[in-house]
């Protein structure tokens, strides 16, 4: 491409904003790429400019989240509090709208998956069972728990504060369902 980097790094963006969209709101399978050229005002043939198809676009969205989630963990030190600062790496890794699509109703557990391997969430908990068989059980609960709660944080667009959800799931995961008070 001889056009130039800030164009290019316009369209590029256009479609990757078309394609969250739309992801956000039905499966990929049902996404085409002429739906995306469309309205993302350009042709086909320039869609194929920046990517093979609608799957290597997700990869190139998929890897920018971790790219700028591994930028942002690298650029902190991380506190007793990890998941406040695994939240703020989330929140700061990419727009909200990327996040939304990714972890939406259409999004892949494959993401999910990777996003549990991506942070280290399991430093969290600090008294893991001395039978080391239940270990592994302990974190998986743990960390979907917490990528639950934080998929249903973006869903709601951030109604409560970060501050908030850390507190909330903080309480809940410190005292139970049954004493929990709103924060």
Request: charged fraction near 30%; hydrophobic fraction near 40%; charge should be negative.
């Amino acid at each position: 491409m001889n056009k130039q980097p800030e164009i290019t790094d316009k369209t590029r963006q256009t479609f990757i904003n078309v394609f969250c969209d739309l992801y956000s709101q039905k499966p990929i399978e049902k996404i085409t790429i002429q739906e995306i050229a469309k309205r993302s005002g350009y042709n086909r043939s320039t869609f194929y400019q920046y990517f093979t198809d609608i799957y290597e676009l997700l990869d190139n969205v998929e890897e920018r989240v971790f790219r700028s989630i591994k930028e942002e963990m690298a650029s902190r030190e991380f506190s007793t509090h990890t998941f406040q600062d695994a939240l703020q790496c989330l929140e700061n890794a990419e727009e909200i709208s990327i996040l939304k699509a990714l972890l939406g109703d259409y999004g892949s557990v494959r993401f999910i998956e990777r996003l549990k391997r991506e942070i280290p969430f399991e430093r969290l908990i600090v008294d893991l069972p001395a039978n080391e068989a239940l270990a592994p059980y302990i974190i998986e609960f743990y960390i979907s728990t917490l990528m639950s709660m934080f998929r249903l944080w973006i869903r709601n667009d951030k109604d409560l504060s970060s501050e908030e959800l850390v507190k909330l799931i903080d309480t809940l995961f410190t005292n139970g369902i049954g004493t929990t008070v709103i924060p």
